[in-house]
């Protein structure tokens, strides 16, 4: 399927992702999805469209919001990047695992470095902090700076 | 799941069977394993964050640093981001000598990889073959980049260094001398009885597990899944050439075996592709300081699979995001399937198997000396001024060991 085909696809199918979608070049598509409705074209995406395999999450602190980023591909070809903006005040998502196994470790991810709660996830090793790493400290946010940090741990 | 009945046995993350740290806590009943769990992040340096506050040309330096044996992995992926997003039309040459530092990588890698499967079964004789041999390729990427691990060789628009008509006669010297070598352990892979009772049938990790689990690159090859991101989503010169993806059904650590050294012979059909068509021309562009606002997301086929940076520009001299997504921490999730109901003493080779790296899985904090209670922070120039000091006390001579490999040729 061309990237042409799955844009069509994609904004025929949600009327909400018309102007959403973006060819950046062959093989990358950006897509905006609003969170409420993250899960639906995330399903349609990995069942219907056979984006079957993901290659990764990554979060990032976008000062005003955060934004995540499923980078699914299909068959190792066409990668569609799924991203979805988080408000700051109770940054949220909700666990894909069901549907990608891989999705674990990356989940965990977002949770240790910018503190984005994923709901669904079970019970697990923290990853990649370590077990004493202080409680409400998140490296990726863009207000945490490394030399306030280990001015605070001396200080301690 | 870990049941109450079995005894538990921490594996990690010092232990003698583990090269770097990672914790593994096994659930045994008798010699079985009923469970395994894994624990990651002992590598954890802070590299995305540290990139944040660098420009892209330190980026680059650190970046080519999280792993010391797919440096030119990393490097590239990052810098085939950067040019994205800048819209900078790297030189074909620059392409070339790319794809071909690439190869050799592939290539040193996956011996080192022989070596150390050798050693986790018993067979250090395999060890000790596959690693005099690879120092055939090391030092060709030393005489090419001059350096062995982190070449330094890639450079935002192109690379920065050119390869002189004598250097491409010495690596086609070097790769008849490994191909020679290769074969030979293609013939024992085949033939030899130690390899094939210790590899068969270790570490099963089925197609659909595999395809489950997101496997990428020899483990998932092993498991007939055929992705190659060479071939799939072609970077660098890889359009150009002509090679196979390797991939078989085997399923286990065997499969991954035959993979490799199949890998190794395409390697080299690349490498020759690569000197008899480089083109002339520049192998650089010049490019801006400052990179305009945007986002690409870069893929590479490292030698253990697939590697995935994403960067975003803000249109200053430094990155807004950059996020690294090793390939061993895209396959150390298939490792507890490859465990379940095997023996015990498979868990070295069958961990091994996926050419695990750490380093590269791991990224973040800055290093803090707690020696004789003080706490400081170490800085990285402290880091390489002791490591100069620590080879001038013990003679190292670095104009020796040139002179030593320009003899070699």
């Known amino acids: 399927m061309s990237e042409e085909k799955i844009k069509q696809e994609l904004e025929d199918k949600f009327v909400y992702l018309k102007d959403a979608v973006t060819i950046q070049r062959k093989g990358r598509i950006f897509v905006q999805v ?111 700076k490394a030399h306030t940090h280990h001015e605070e741990a001396q200080n301690a | ?44 340096r802070g590299i995305e964050k540290a990139c944040e506050e660098r420009t892209y040309t330190q980026g680059l330096y650190l970046i080519e ?23 900078i039309l790297v030189p074909g040459r620059a392409k070339y000598l790319r794809t071909l530092i690439a190869e050799l990588e592939r290539i040193h890698s996956h011996l080192l990889w022989l070596g150390v499967a050798g050693h986790e079964i018993g067979f ?22 001059g350096n062995r691990v982190n070449y330094g060789i890639n450079t935002i628009g192109g690379v920065r260094r050119d390869i002189s008509l004598k250097q491409k006669e010495d690596v086609l010297k070097g790769i008849d001398i490994l191909e020679e070598r290769t074969k030979y352990y293609i013939e024992l892979a085949k033939n030899e009885t130690t390899l094939l009772k210790r590899l068969q049938g270790v570490g099963v990790l089925s197609h659909e597990d595999a395809k489950k689990l997101d496997a990428v690159g020899p483990t998932g090859r092993a498991s007939g899944i055929a992705r190659d991101v060479r071939k799939d989503d072609p970077y660098a010169s890889y359009a150009e050439l002509d090679f196979k993806v390797i991939s078989v059904n085997n399923c286990d650590v065997y499969g991954r075996t035959l993979v490799r050294l199949g890998e190794l012979m395409e390697s080299f059909s690349l490498v020759r592709q690569v000197i008899r068509k480089i083109p002339d021309g520049p192998i650089l562009v010049k ?75 791991d990224r973040l904090i800055s290093i803090r000396d707690t020696h004789k209670n003080e706490k400081n922070t170490v800085v990285w120039e402290t880091i390489r001024l002791k490591g100069i000091a620590w080879y001038k006390d013990r003679g190292v001579d670095f104009t020796a060991l040139n002179k030593k490999l320009t003899k070699l040729f």
Not at chain 1, 67 to 85: A, F, M, R, T
Not at chain 2, 9 to 33: M, N, T, V
Not at chain 2, 128 to 142: H, K, S
């Open chain 1, 34 to 144: 609003p969170l409420s409705k993250f899960e639906e074209v995330f399903v349609y995406a990995v069942k219907q469209m056979h984006f079957l395999a993901l290659s990764a999450i990554t979060g990032s602190d976008r000062v005003e919001y955060f934004e995540v980023i499923y980078h699914l591909n299909q068959e190792g070809k066409i990668l569609l990047n799924l991203c979805v903006s988080l408000n700051k005040e109770d940054p949220q998502v909700k666990s894909v695992i069901a549907y990608c196994p891989s999705a674990d470790i990356y989940e965990r991810e977002l949770m240790d470095l910018l503190g984005i709660k994923v709901s669904g996830l079970a019970q697990g090793h923290r990853y990649p902090l370590t077990d004493d790493w202080p409680k409400g400290e998140y490296p990726l946010r863009k207000d945490w």
């Open chain 2, 1 to 44: 799941m870990h049941e109450s009945g079995d005894v538990k046995i921490p594996i990690g993350p010092q232990h003698p069977a583990l090269k770097e740290p990672e914790s593994f806590l096994i659930s045994l009943r008798g010699e079985k394993i009923t469970a395994s769990s894994v624990r990651l992040g002992y590598n954890h």
């Open chain 2, 65 to 87: 640093r999280i792993c010391g044996i797919c440096s030119h992995s990393h490097s590239t992926c990052f810098v085939q981001a950067i040019e994205e997003i800048a819209g």
């Open chain 2, 124 to 145: 250090d004789t395999l060890l000790m073959y596959t690693w005099r041999d690879r120092e055939v390729v090391m030092d060709l990427l030393a005489t090419l980049t």
């Open chain 2, 287 to 361: 490019a801006p300081r400052k990179i305009p606002a945007g986002q690409a997301v870069s893929r590479y086929e490292a030698p253990r699979g697939e590697d995935l940076h994403y960067v975003r520009a803000n249109g200053t001299e430094k990155p807004d995001r950059v996020k690294v997504r090793a390939p061993t921490l895209a396959n150390i999730q298939s490792v507890s399937k490859m465990l379940e109901d095997r023996y015990l003493a498979d868990m070295p080779i069958v961990i091994a198997a996926i050419d695990p790296c750490f380093s590269c899985t």
